[in-house]
């Protein structure tokens, strides 16, 4: 009997990410053979244990993995499920059948740009975690200018909630007395990690387009588009970090043999 941990159950079952998965189990949202589950780690085997999500069954593993591209307009939620009934990053993509896709990560509300849907938990775990360091670069709008001092404390790391950030890339693209324009590429990507850094060199964030994930950029795509990511595309994206998605793999198959 091949037991799994359950959060990468419900994200290969496309319910959510590994981490959304995590928080799901620990809101005790989950129960396995009849049992509440309330707290990690948890292994399963989705073969013969039952597993429900708000008393509702899972459905078995979905073995077709989808990937979509959307250029997300501003004013549309990276969520599942909202009580206000504002539009949602999934009403923009195809539905297809027996495949539940999910943001792979977020963009704020008034953020617009990239964001990759998809029922595949491992490519998101990759392009998520902050150890994997695939990058994503962003076109930032910001009130007035910074100073090179500025620029080089963002390329070196500064500290938020008392650790220091990764660091980044930093770019001027153009800038007038009243406002600048920045080219940013980070690859930790912590909650409002942009805007934050730059609140920190007291510059107000006006705003914000992500224009790649990676190697994908948002090239011939118009805002409230989406398109499937062809297969190539994928290969590519396992290849986005320091670490490619392969020897990813790799290690985790040698952990489960210890």
């Known amino acids: 009997m091949s037991k799994t941990r359950i959060q990468k159950v419900l994200a290969e079952a496309g319910v959510a990410s590994r981490r959304a998965a995590e928080e799901m189990v620990t809101d005790g949202r989950i129960s396995v053979n009849g049992r509440p589950v309330t ?34 307009p501003r004013g549309v939620l990276c969520t599942a499920d909202d009580p206000q009934g504002r539009r949602k990053a999934i009403d923009l993509v195809p539905s297809i059948p027996g495949a539940r896709v999910y943001c792979v990560g977020r ?8 964001l990759i849907l998809t029922n595949d938990g491992e490519l998101t775990e990759y392009l998520t975690h902050a150890r994997y360091g695939v990058p994503t670069t962003y076109v930032v709008e910001i009130a007035g200018q910074l100073s090179a001092e500025d620029i080089e404390a963002f390329k070196h790391g500064v500290y938020l909630d008392g650790r220091r950030t990764g660091g980044g890339g930093l770019k001027v693209l153009s800038k007038t007395p009243d406002r600048s324009e920045l080219e940013v590429t980070i ?13 920190t060199f007291g510059v107000k964030v006006r705003r914000i387009r992500r224009t790649a994930i990676g190697p994908i950029t948002d090239r011939g795509l118009k805002i409230g588009d ?33």
């Open 226 to 258: 989406c398109r499937e990511l062809t297969p190539a595309e994928v290969k590519k994206l396992m290849r986005a970090g320091t670490m490619p998605y392969e020897k990813k793999q790799k290690k985790q198959v040698q952990r489960r043999a210890r």
């Open 187 to 199: 690859s930790e990507g912590r909650n409002r990690e942009i805007q934050r850094i730059l609140l």
């Open 39 to 72: 707290s990690l780690p948890m292994f399963v085997d989705p073969d013969f244990d039952q597993i429900f999500i708000d008393g509702k069954a899972l459905r078995r593993r979905v073995h077709k993995k989808v990937y979509f591209l959307l250029n997300k």
């Open 107 to 114: 963009l704020e509300l008034d953020t617009t740009g990239l």
